[in-house]
């Protein structure tokens, strides 16, 4: 395994360990891991379908389930090769009037 292979699978263990935890991630550390996944790809060192099976092993190492199960199965036409869904669930909103 490349030496860029091996710190992505340490960030997507990061980041998705930390949402399933329910904390958040600055964008700053996905939009690193994204531009490593794009060098990696441009450098010839993986192509974007092993990155995307390896971030999924990942997801799912963090959440018991796939990424395609939690954003569907056309997960990568909302989310293109590099980017990475990773986000924080939502936090519940209450009604602060009666209306």
Do not use: N
């Amino acid at each position: 395994m490349h030496l860029l292979e091996a710190e992505l699978e340490q960030r997507w263990t990061a980041m998705f360990s930390a949402l399933a935890a329910g904390d958040d991630v600055p964008p700053t550390q996905r939009l690193r891991a994204e531009g490593i996944m794009e060098a990696a790809v441009l450098l010839a060192i993986a192509s974007s379908e092993a990155l995307s099976g390896a971030m999924d092993r990942a997801y799912q190492s963090a959440f018991g389930r796939s990424l395609g199960e939690d954003f569907g199965d056309d997960w990568q036409d909302f989310f293109p090769f590099p980017q990475i869904p990773a986000m924080a669930k939502r936090a519940p909103v209450y009604p602060s009037t009666k209306q």
